[in-house]
């Protein structure tokens, strides 16, 4: 059983890499798609390194701490570079992004 902590960071994970996915889209989509290009290289990276966090908290991995201090990380760069964008799916993807890398933290720790 996930203690609360587990939960809401694995919440936050699986939220995050669907805004990361949805945000890569999205500006897949913009008028001028190869100005996108850095954000949506950090939303495809992140999204990856949520989805391994998820999985590592929900099977109680090993290396779940050390993952999740990565996450955070990865969420904080992509957060910086969405916050840049003045796009609705960048900033709901640079929200998404702080929550995750504040719940990371707290499970790194």
């Known amino acids: 059983m996930l203690s609360q902590v587990e939960l809401d960071c694995l ?3 699986n939220a995050c890499a669907a805004a990361c996915l949805q945000c890569a889209s999205a500006c897949m ?3 001028d798609p190869k100005a996108m290009t850095g ?3 950090l939303d ?3 999204a990856d390194i949520c989805q391994l966090a998820a999985a590592s ?3 109680g991995g090993n290396s779940r ?4 201090a990565l996450c955070a990380e ?3 760069t992509c957060r910086i570079e969405c916050a840049k964008h003045s796009m609705d799916h960048c ?3 640079a929200e998404a992004c702080q929550r995750c890398a504040e719940a990371c933290r707290g499970m790194a720790s």
């Open 11 to 13: 919440q936050a994970c």
């Open 29 to 31: 989509q913009e008028v």
């Open 39 to 41: 954000c949506i290289a």
């Open 44 to 46: 495809l990276e992140c």
């Open 57 to 59: 908290i929900a099977r």
């Open 65 to 68: 701490a050390a993952i999740c």
């Open 74 to 76: 990865a969420c904080e």
């Open 91 to 93: 900033r709901k993807c």
